[in-house]
């Protein structure tokens, strides 16, 4: 079952001990005792690569009553975040604070002006990666996180899978679609959506999960890259969260009618089949608005509303932003 972590992650005490900046001068004069103390609430994976000066600190809870107040800027020198390590899922965080450049695995962080971020864990997703920062000062921040494996739901069949290559008539047709699907998905458009508690959609039979997958003869076909929700012909669906239409467009081949929705921070949905479209591609939506209904376009057995999440090149199961349907 999926169950949400709640709460951020945060490592106050540590944040407080080694609070000096590199710029800090006048903190010299360590105090070893504490040092040594920081040092075992310390997470063990957290590697902070430099030998930060000790600030002088009271303990949080005293009513700090300095005679002489020398003001010590209080830095942020951890990544704090909440949300699931799981393969499909995705975390919502803040990055150490003077961030110039930070990254998860291979892939770039977009780190908002205020520090926030998201990033995400692929279906496919390596059962660690390195959440790192390069501060200002040249120093690096640099985290394990260990992302649990999902029990995907695969279906073994004894049929050869379709016998392969597309004919060059359909690549001919296919190619320029996948190209307006990476474009739109390439751009940035500043939107907020990412830092909401996304919506469904659409309520209605969950036809299809993420991640199920067919082996054929042993041959694994590729996995399903969204949810299917089948609420009937015709229904409205609506944006699950904040963000601007970056793909906007009738009749793909396999897609049908298809809205791409840009979330921010490099997180966007995508909607298939849809029978009818009410947006346009550059408009900006707000969560709970119409975007479309629900159909049978591009290559569907039924109608239904397949919607996919991505963040960047990893793509994302749906249900673990939008909780169980209730
Ligand atoms: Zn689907």
Not at 65 to 79: D, K, L, M
Not at 191 to 211: E, H, L, T
Not at 231 to 255: I, K, M, Q, W
Request: hydrophobic share 40%.
């Amino acid at each position: 079952m999926i169950s949400k972590l709640m709460g951020w992650t945060l490592f106050a005490p540590a944040v407080f001990g080694i609070s000096a900046l590199a710029s800090c001068t006048g903190s010299e004069a360590a105090a070893p005792e504490s040092a040594s103390a920081n040092a075992a609430e310390a997470p063990q994976n957290i590697a902070v690569e430099q030998t930060l000066p000790e600030a002088q600190v009271a303990p949080a809870s005293a009513p700090a009553p300095a005679p002489e107040p020398t003001p010590i800027a209080v830095q942020n020198t951890r990544f704090s975040y909440s949300g699931e390590l799981t393969q499909g899922g995705y975390i919502r965080g803040q990055a150490p604070d003077s961030t110039v450049q930070a990254s998860l695995g291979e892939q770039t962080l977009s780190i908002a002006e205020d520090g926030t971020f998201f990033a995400a864990f692929d279906r496919d997703s390596a059962g660690t990666l390195a959440l790192s920062a390069t501060l200002s000062s040249g120093q690096i921040v640099r985290e394990t996180l260990t992302i649990s494996p999902r029990d995907w739901q695969i279906e073994r069949v004894n049929i050869a899978r379709r016998p392969g290559g597309a004919s060059a008539s359909f690549m001919a047709r296919r190619r320029p679609e996948l190209n307006a699907i990476v474009a739109s998905r390439a751009q940035e458009t500043g939107a907020q959506g990412w830092s909401q508690d996304f919506i469904w959609p659409v309520k209605g039979r969950i036809s299809g999960r993420f991640g199920r997958q067919r082996i054929y003869r042993g041959e694994p076909g590729s996995y399903h890259g969204g949810i299917d929700i089948a609420p009937g012909n015709g229904v409205p669906f609506v944006a699950p969260a904040d963000g601007v239409v970056v793909l906007a467009r009738t009749g793909f081949s396999l897609e049908g009618g298809l809205i791409i929705i840009d979330h921010g921070q490099g997180l966007n949905s995508a909607f298939l089949h849809a029978s009818r479209i009410v947006v346009e591609e550059g408009q900006s939506v707000t969560q709970g608005q119409h975007i479309g209904n629900v159909g049978s376009t591009g290559r569907a057995t039924g109608p239904h509303l397949h919607w996919g999440l991505k963040w960047k090149a990893a793509r994302l199961d749906p249900l673990l932003f939008v909780g169980p349907m209730n």
